[in-house]
């Protein structure tokens, strides 16, 4: 008999509420536990509670051969799978030094910024509900978000798990006509944006709950671990693309985006601006997109020297890396992730204190976390 | 048929024209519940970019009827830790309360159940003892979700009743008196939106926080307090619960129209038809702002309600009183 | 990238006993554990690594390790510690007052090897239920199915009812 998960507060203060705030919500965020202590609506400790998605990946991915963790890693940040497969891959390619062909690096740029535009158009949607406005923002950024998980159906066949990145280089080529697609895709999604950052940011109400609100200093940011859109937020110009460059990010032309102030309204508003910055690049990596061979050639059985590597990718969340150890066998010894929002998500105390309920909320939804890769 | 007609004599006796009349109001706002509800899925759906309703019935036209008998057939779960005669008392008395101020309501010169002389003041002042089923509601069930809901009600239904007296005072200071009929008779030559502009604003942010609907919708916040302060009540409860509150929204717009926008003056067709579209066209608009605004938070909320609303009435009414006695 | 080095093994001589650069942009060192704090504050506060990546625990046949992922914004320069611990009974001392970001990596990997980090403001279980039994990530916890319930306990109550 299974005993129910008991769970001990510490000492309450005089006329507080405690409220549980349960791992079923119509927050939409996912399986989240918090617990509140209120004193009216004034939130003074916060509680988060996670560990309700966690299936063991690390445990499982010991089993596994090195080629069959790749569908694995697809549903870690569900809503970002290409990143995961990408950092899985550039690990192993690095410990069993594969160079891999300039075609599918330029593919596997377009791809991966593909998915960042769709992440980060999920991320305003699921913004806007938090904030109040019932779905209609919602249905606005997934009719746009419908366009890419189109075109990665005609890559992969999934729509959301695309297991197309894979060890040596991809699952296979472009289909016909693909580069027009994406050509007319990112054209509408520009001018869609356009009335995106209209719809919100020239609201009066969205601007007062979110200005302000959620403020993380940057001292604060880089001692808590942030990464991504809330570190950038916070002041400090760092992306992973840039300061530990993997694949050919350095031959494009972009910008990194940052925000001074730290609240909601900056994170947000970077949401926007890398949508527009990944668009430039998706562009740019079309107009150089080289023939030649997908795959390179690699060993039928992957057993990869004994060794260790570190591999990072900055994924639409953040700082994304993954520890592979490896002892000679066709399965990995340890394999570990550092998620995004598992990091982010350990803020959520600090910023949310004398907030109110309402602030906690937007708060929770401006680091956005994906419980796929917060519990793995 | 002669002998119906003859009946009709009887209308003048106020007790036959209050039942009467009562019951066919109650009636005729049952029904307009219906219709508008469904109106309401299917322009918030277009709004955002989906259909709406559209299985039952042609163009979904039945489906409020099946939600209606779902919400019939449901388990009436009442929780054990919960005050249960209040719990049972909340939504019956909720639903009696937010029919009461149509008695008083013209829509037309004789279509109006009780001519009082006092009647906007009986309109205020029965509709804002709706705050009593609200605070049972959020107490009752004993949930600190509801509690939450029910506070936040609370405290936004106090904030709206006193700009609103005083943006009605200024409609009152222009016609002379409160009868519902003389205020819209009054409004034959000219609609008091124009020379009442500031208290028209008033007025339309206080009966949209008096409808609860979105910018001001704390009490039932969808996306933070699961379903406010309905969150306990489940089968016919929740239903009463929630048209209860869509009469209110009703109310709200019959308000803005017969105070400001004219009543049932308008050029060819008869009056009640002129009061029920421009009825729907505040309405409409009111389900527009659901669909496209996001939520203000309650300390904001009660900002404007007492810091902005009342100045700005209060400099209403001196403006009025003013032009009032300079003009004669 | 040398100069990291060289100066860690000066102020620290006989606790560094293995170092390897890789691609020279990542550093791998290991120290012994008596050394680990002052290691981790000369670190932070002389060489500007002020960002902790991720607390990983491994589980080798002769010993536990615990390996910090080091990253300086300034420098742009990775520096893992690896940190060996003792089979039977391992221990380490936190590194939250250090980086509070560790706090909930320590939390994880304490409760999937069985790791305790000594002073940790909040020891409590992260992922797993409160009443988890076992340290699912060591190398002899077996990924079986336990059975939730048993067959003989289903049949009883069937005849019963």
């Given at each position: 008999?299974?005993?129910?998960?008991?769970?001990?507060?510490?000492?309450?203060?005089?006329?507080?509420?405690?409220?549980?705030?349960?791992?079923?919500?119509?927050?939409?965020?996912?399986?989240?536990?918090?617990?509140?202590?209120?004193?009216?609506?004034?939130?003074?400790?916060?509680?988060?509670?996670?560990?309700?998605?966690?299936?063991?990946?690390?445990?499982?991915?010991?089993?596994?051969?090195?080629?069959?963790?790749?569908?694995?890693?697809?549903?870690?940040?569900?809503?970002?799978?290409?990143?995961?497969?990408?950092?899985?891959?550039?690990?192993?390619?690095?410990?069993?030094?594969?160079?891999?062909?300039?075609?599918?690096?330029?593919?596997?740029?377009?791809?991966?910024?593909?998915?960042?535009?769709?992440?980060?158009?999920?991320?305003?949607?699921?913004?806007?509900?938090?904030?109040?406005?019932?779905?209609?923002?919602?249905?606005?950024?997934?009719?746009?978000?419908?366009?890419?998980?189109?075109?990665?159906?005609?890559?992969?066949?999934?729509?959301?798990?695309?297991?197309?990145?894979?060890?040596?280089?991809?699952?296979?080529?472009?289909?016909?006509?693909?580069?027009?697609?994406?050509?007319?895709?990112?054209?509408?999604?520009?001018?869609?944006?356009?009335?995106?950052?209209?719809?919100?940011?020239?609201?009066?109400?969205?601007?007062?709950?979110?200005?302000?609100?959620?403020?993380?200093?940057?001292?604060?940011?880089?001692?808590?671990?942030?990464?991504?859109?809330?570190?950038?937020?916070?002041?400090?110009?760092?992306?992973?693309?840039?300061?530990?460059?993997?694949?050919?990010?350095?031959?494009?032309?972009?910008?990194?985006?940052?925000?001074?102030?730290?609240?909601?309204?900056?994170?947000?508003?970077?949401?926007?601006?890398?949508?527009?910055?990944?668009?430039?690049?998706?562009?740019?990596?079309?107009?150089?997109?080289?023939?030649?061979?997908?795959?390179?050639?690699?060993?039928?059985?992957?057993?990869?020297?004994?060794?260790?590597?570190?591999?990072?990718?900055?994924?639409?969340?953040?700082?994304?890396?993954?520890?592979?150890?490896?002892?000679?066998?066709?399965?990995?010894?340890?394999?570990?992730?550092?998620?995004?929002?598992?990091?982010?998500?350990?803020?959520?105390?600090?910023?949310?204190?004398?907030?109110?309920?309402?602030?906690?909320?937007?708060?929770?939804?401006?680091?956005?976390?994906?419980?796929?890769?917060?519990?793995? | 048929?002669?002998?119906?007609?003859?009946?009709?004599?009887?209308?003048?006796?106020?007790?036959?024209?209050?039942?009467?009349?009562?019951?066919?109001?109650?009636?005729?706002?049952?029904?307009?519940?219906?219709?508008?509800?469904?109106?309401?899925?299917?322009?918030?759906?277009?709004?955002?970019?989906?259909?709406?309703?559209?299985?039952?019935?042609?163009?979904?036209?039945?489906?409020?009827?099946?939600?209606?008998?779902?919400?019939?057939?449901?388990?009436?779960?009442?929780?054990?830790?919960?005050?249960?005669?209040?719990?049972?008392?909340?939504?019956?008395?909720?639903?009696?309360?937010?029919?009461?101020?149509?008695?008083?309501?013209?829509?037309?010169?004789?279509?109006?159940?009780?001519?009082?002389?006092?009647?906007?003041?009986?309109?205020?002042?029965?509709?804002?003892?709706?705050?009593?089923?609200t605070l049972m509601a959020g107490w009752s069930p004993n949930n600190k979700y509801n509690l939450l809901g029910g506070m936040r009600a609370a405290a936004?239904?106090?904030?709206?009743?006193?700009?609103?007296?005083?943006?009605?005072?200024?409609?009152?200071?222009?016609?002379?008196?409160?009868?519902?009929?003389?205020?819209?008779?009054?409004?034959?030559?000219?609609?008091?939106?124009?020379?009442?502009?500031?208290?028209?604003?008033?007025?339309?942010?206080a009966a949209f926080m008096e409808a609860a609907r979105l910018p001001f919708d704390l009490p039932e916040a969808e996306s933070e307090i699961v379903q406010?302060?309905?969150?306990?009540?489940?089968?016919?409860?929740?239903?009463?619960?929630?048209?209860?509150?869509?009469?209110?929204?009703?109310?709200?717009?019959?308000?803005?129209?017969?105070?400001?926008?004219?009543?049932?003056?308008?050029?060819?067709?008869?009056?009640?038809?002129?009061?029920?579209?421009?009825?729907?066209?505040?309405?409409?608009?009111?389900?527009?702002?659901?669909?496209?605004?996001?939520?203000?938070?309650?300390?904001?909320?009660?900002?404007?309600?007492?810091?902005?609303?009342?100045?700005?009435?209060?400099?209403?009414?001196?403006?009025?009183?003013?032009?009032?006695?300079?003009?004669? | 990238?040398?100069?990291?080095?060289?100066?860690?093994?000066?102020?620290?001589?006989?606790?560094?006993?293995?170092?390897?650069?890789?691609?020279?942009?990542?550093?791998?060192?290991?120290?012994?554990?008596?050394?680990?704090?002052?290691?981790?504050?000369?670190?932070?506060?002389?060489?500007?690594?002020n960002h902790l990546s991720s607390v990983v625990g491994v589980d080798y046949k002769d010993r536990f390790e615990v390996v910090y992922h080091l990253w300086?914004?300034?420098?742009?320069?990775?520096?893992?510690?690896?940190?060996?611990?003792?089979?039977?009974?391992?221990?380490?001392?936190?590194?939250?007052?250090?980086?509070?970001?560790?706090?909930?990596?320590?939390?994880?990997?304490?409760?999937?090897?069985?790791?305790?980090?000594?002073?940790?403001?909040?020891?409590?279980?992260?992922?797993?239920?409160?009443?988890?039994?076992?340290?699912?990530?060591?190398?002899?916890?077996?990924?079986?199915?336990?059975?939730?319930?048993?067959?003989?306990?289903?049949?009883?109550?069937?005849?019963?009812?």
């Open positions: 008999m299974m005993p129910l998960r008991k769970f001990e507060y510490e000492e309450i203060g005089e006329g507080r509420l405690v409220i549980n705030l349960g791992p079923q919500h119509p927050s939409t965020h996912g399986v989240l536990r918090l617990i509140a202590e209120l004193d009216g609506e004034r939130v003074k400790k916060v509680l988060p509670i996670i560990g309700y998605l966690h299936r063991g990946f690390e445990k499982i991915a010991e089993n596994r051969n090195y080629p069959m963790i790749v569908p694995l890693t697809d549903r870690l940040d569900y809503l970002s799978a290409m990143s995961n497969n990408m950092v899985y891959c550039q690990a192993i390619e690095e410990l069993m030094n594969i160079k891999i062909s300039e075609r599918t690096e330029y593919i596997r740029v377009i791809v991966l910024e593909l998915q960042r535009i769709a992440s980060h158009l999920a991320s305003v949607g699921f913004f806007g509900n938090d904030v109040g406005v019932t779905f209609t923002a919602m249905m606005y950024t997934f009719r746009e978000r419908e366009l890419i998980i189109n075109l990665f159906e005609t890559l992969s066949g999934a729509r959301l798990t695309y297991n197309y990145i894979r060890i040596g280089g991809l699952r296979e080529d472009l289909p016909k006509g693909f580069e027009n697609n994406v050509l007319q895709s990112i054209d509408i999604i520009e001018k869609k944006v356009d009335e995106y950052e209209e719809f919100f940011s020239e609201n009066e109400i969205f601007r007062r709950r979110t200005q302000g609100i959620g403020v993380l200093k940057l001292k604060d940011a880089i001692n808590l671990g942030a990464t991504g859109p809330v570190l950038r937020g916070s002041g400090l110009k760092s992306d992973v693309r840039v300061t530990d460059p993997y694949t050919i990010y350095d031959r494009f032309d972009w910008d990194i985006i940052t925000e001074k102030k730290g609240d909601c309204f900056a994170r947000y508003n970077i949401w926007i601006n890398e949508i527009r910055q990944s668009i430039s690049i998706v562009r740019q990596a079309l107009n150089g997109l080289p023939k030649g061979e997908i795959n390179v050639k690699i060993p039928r059985v992957i057993k990869p020297e004994p060794g260790e590597v570190y591999s990072k990718i900055e994924s639409p969340r953040g700082e994304l890396a993954m520890n592979v150890i490896s002892d000679g066998t066709p399965k990995p010894y340890r394999l570990k992730i550092r998620s995004p929002a598992f990091c982010n998500l350990s803020l959520l105390p600090t910023i949310s204190e004398e907030g109110l309920i309402a602030d906690l909320i937007a708060t929770l939804g401006s680091i956005d976390p994906v419980f796929g890769e917060v519990d793995r | 048929m002669e002998y119906l007609l003859s009946l009709l004599v009887y209308l003048s006796n106020p007790w036959v024209k209050g039942l009467v009349g009562g019951i066919g109001l109650a009636l005729a706002i049952a029904g307009s519940i219906v219709l508008l509800l469904w109106v309401e899925r299917k322009f918030i759906g277009r709004l955002q970019h989906r259909y709406g309703p559209n299985r039952v019935g042609k163009f979904g036209i039945l489906q409020l009827v099946v939600d209606g008998i779902k919400l019939l057939t449901k388990e009436d779960i009442i929780p054990d830790a919960a005050d249960k005669t209040v719990f049972k008392l909340a939504p019956i008395i909720g639903f009696a309360i937010a029919f009461l101020p149509f008695l008083a309501i013209p829509f037309s010169e004789t279509m109006i159940v009780s001519d009082l002389n006092v009647g906007i003041l009986f309109i205020l002042a029965v509709s804002s003892m709706a705050v009593v089923p936004l239904m106090i904030s709206y009743e006193v700009p609103m007296g005083l943006a009605i005072i200024g409609v009152v200071m222009l016609t002379d008196s409160m009868s519902m009929v003389e205020i819209v008779k009054a409004q034959e030559k000219i609609w008091f939106i124009f020379p009442q502009a500031l208290g028209f604003v008033v007025f339309v942010v406010g302060w309905t969150t306990e009540f489940s089968g016919m409860k929740f239903a009463m619960l929630l048209f209860a509150e869509y009469i209110h929204s009703i109310l709200a717009s019959l308000l803005i129209v017969i105070l400001f926008l004219g009543g049932w003056h308008g050029p060819i067709l008869p009056a009640p038809i002129w009061i029920l579209i421009k009825t729907f066209i505040v309405m409409l608009i009111l389900m527009w702002m659901r669909a496209t605004v996001p939520r203000v938070r309650i300390d904001q909320l009660l900002n404007v309600g007492w810091k902005v609303l009342i100045p700005l009435a209060m400099i209403n009414i001196a403006f009025t009183g003013t032009a009032r006695v300079i003009l004669g | 990238m040398s100069e990291i080095l060289s100066s860690l093994t000066e102020k620290f001589p006989d606790s560094i006993t293995n170092t390897k650069v890789q691609r020279k942009t990542r550093i791998w060192v290991t120290v012994k554990i008596d050394v680990l704090i002052d290691v981790c504050e000369y670190l932070k506060n002389k060489q500007d690594f300086s914004y300034s420098k742009k320069r990775q520096l893992s510690l690896k940190v060996p611990l003792e089979k039977e009974n391992p221990k380490v001392k936190t590194v939250t007052k250090i980086w509070r970001s560790a706090n909930w990596h320590e939390r994880e990997t304490a409760e999937l090897f069985g790791i305790t980090f000594e002073e940790h403001p909040y020891p409590k279980h992260l992922l797993l239920a409160d009443d988890f039994e076992g340290y699912p990530l060591r190398k002899d916890f077996k990924l079986v199915e336990k059975p939730w319930f048993d067959k003989n306990d289903a049949s009883e109550k069937q005849k019963t009812d």
